[in-house]
């Protein structure tokens, strides 16, 4: 049942918890050697002076149960900050238990309560959380496509290249 889903903002004291959560979510999405951060990392880069990111934790009787990692966005037209999923993830046997939902109102509270305008996040498209994503409202934008510098192309086009 939803209604015995408590979700708190993390805290440095979930840090192994946070890392535990993205190397199953790596795992899952069959990557499970991308995740090259540490707890040491995650708390300093997510609880230190200034916050790379921060995160929901979702718990029902006290056990966690999934997690959001965000980060922040600004866009220029709409003269407002607003939240991107990072990562989300839901433990496999609290699926369709409502979860991932509590996760969603979770930040959608966060948004209107401290006034940005949207909610982004990308997902793969073999993920079945696709048809989840539609249903709390996310619309696919068909017409835009994902790109990502990274790695060796990164480093060749920063040295000039």
């Excluded at 995650?42 to 921060?54: I, K, N, T, V, Y």
């Excluded at 029902?60 to 900050?81: E, H, I, K, M, Q």
């Amino acid at each position: 049942m939803a209604s015995d889903i408590v979700v708190r903002a993390a805290t440095v004291d979930d840090v192994e918890l946070l890392h535990r959560f993205s190397v199953d979510l790596a795992t899952y999405e069959d990557e499970p050697d991308a995740v090259t951060s540490t707890p040491q990392t995650l708390a300093r880069d997510g609880f230190g002076e200034d916050p790379q990111f921060a995160a929901l934790i979702a718990e029902r009787d006290g056990r966690p149960v999934g997690f959001a990692l965000y980060t922040f966005n600004y866009s220029v037209w709409t003269a407002a900050r607003g939240i991107f999923i990072e990562d989300i993830w839901v433990v496999p046997e609290e699926r369709r238990g409502g979860v991932a939902r509590a996760l969603m109102v979770g930040l959608a509270r966060e948004c209107v309560a401290k006034g940005y305008r949207r909610i982004d996040l990308n997902v793969l498209d073999w993920n079945p959380a696709r048809g989840f994503y539609e249903k709390v409202g996310f619309k696919w934008i068909k017409t835009w496509l994902p790109y990502r510098l990274a790695g060796e192309a990164l480093r060749k086009l920063a040295a000039g290249s």
